[in-house]
């Protein structure tokens, strides 16, 4: 499997597929993007989603499936989309790409929560590999490598170092970084290296991950 973290909440796995999560208005690096054979996007939030772009990103993919959690098709305009919804899977060739949660995080009491599903990709031989789009509320079993959550104005580090133990990845990086300078990215890079059991790598410059 091989890793690409395209900044923010963006990440291109490759194995026998090319699926690319999350292209959200917070990062470029995914715009040229040819050959995927799926989109998936997590939730709503425009730093996921960015209706600007995705259509041309679409039109260079067309043979690509784009697959989204279920609410998203009633704020954006997405008229190949099919719903990915917590609790089902989906298949692209051999992979299986598992939606989980169903829930965003907590902002504010006052903000009310939309639909979130984590990421989870499973294929025969190669490691498992979850994304938990923007909640860290639920944590599958058997994930060998993981997007973790840098900050966000739904989570503390007290929630993201927690989260981290329970997932139990032997392998992770940082995602959703793009609210923080490189001394808060760093921070948090130390404290998860120091308070868990997870092997994090620093993949922002835009090398793929080989696992």
């Known amino acids: 499997m091989k890793i690409t973290h395209l ?19 917070f990062s470029r690096a995914w715009h040229g993007l ?7 996007v997590t939730h709503a939030h425009l730093d996921h989603i960015d209706p600007d772009h995705l259509p041309r990103l679409l039109e260079n993919n067309s043979s690509a499936r784009l697959l989204v959690e279920p609410s998203i098709s009633g704020s954006v305009d997405l008229p190949s989309a099919e719903g990915l919804a917590a609790g089902t899977t989906a298949k692209i060739g051999k992979t299986e790409i598992e939606a989980i949660g169903g829930l965003h995080a907590i902002i ?10 984590g990421v989870v990709i499973r294929e025969e031989g190669e ?5 938990p789009g923007d909640a860290v509320d639920v944590a599958p079993e058997g994930v060998d490598i993981a997007g973790i959550p840098t900050h966000a104005p739904w989570c ?12 139990g990845a032997k392998h992770g990086f940082l995602i959703h970084d793009g609210l923080v300078n490189e001394r808060g990215w760093g921070l ?10 997870t092997s994090l790598t620093d993949i922002r410059d835009g090398e793929p991950l080989v696992i």
């Open 127 to 131: 490691p498992t590999f979850f994304h």
């Open 156 to 167: 503390a580090m007290k929630e993201i170092i927690d989260f981290t133990r329970v997932l």
């Open 188 to 197: 948090t890079f130390s404290r998860l290296t120091e308070m868990t059991e």
């Open 7 to 25: 900044g923010h909440s963006s990440v291109l796995i490759e194995t026998e597929v090319r699926i690319l999560i999350d292209p959200g208005n």
């Open 34 to 40: 040819t050959d995927l054979d799926a989109i998936v």
């Open 108 to 117: 504010h009491r006052d903000i009310p929560r939309i639909g979130n599903v």
